[in-house]
């Protein structure tokens, strides 16, 4: 963590969403904040695209198929939030809504699948080839 001009506490992150590049955060505290404690960020919005002050509302989360299983399996987002799955095993798999809601292809190894939920209610999917594999979205307004 380190100071920029202004002196706004600057810090690079890692994230679980597929981003393309190095973003850049600035954060502004109004308290005194000791600069070598961890700052865990639980809730954010971030773009590479932003303006100094401009509120932003990205609603992105991310999926992994691996060993057999959806992680997270559940997931509550809110309404307008697009979800991606991708498969990081080796055999294929789907993620498929139990009401048809929505239904990706196979997905081989790498493969993704995004789905943008804008509708409230719960979601429960399962793959096709492993049906004992469930997950579940819950979507808020």
Known sequence: MEKDEQGNWVLGFQ????FPE???VVITLETVVDPTSEIH???GDFSQN????EELDIKEELVEIKQFLFSPSKLVVKKGTTITWINRDRVPHTATSH???FNSRNLSLGE???YTFNDPGE???FCIPHPWMIGQIIVEE
């Not at 994230?15 to 597929?18: A, D, I």
């Not at 932003?50 to 002050?53: R, V, Y």
């Open 112 to 114: 993704s699948f995004s």
């Open 22 to 24: 190095y973003y850049r």
């Open 41 to 43: 960020v639980i809730e």
């Open 50 to 53: 932003a303006e100094f002050g």
């Open 99 to 101: 009401d048809d809601v």
């Open 123 to 125: 979601y429960n999917y």
């Open 15 to 18: 994230s679980t969403q597929p």
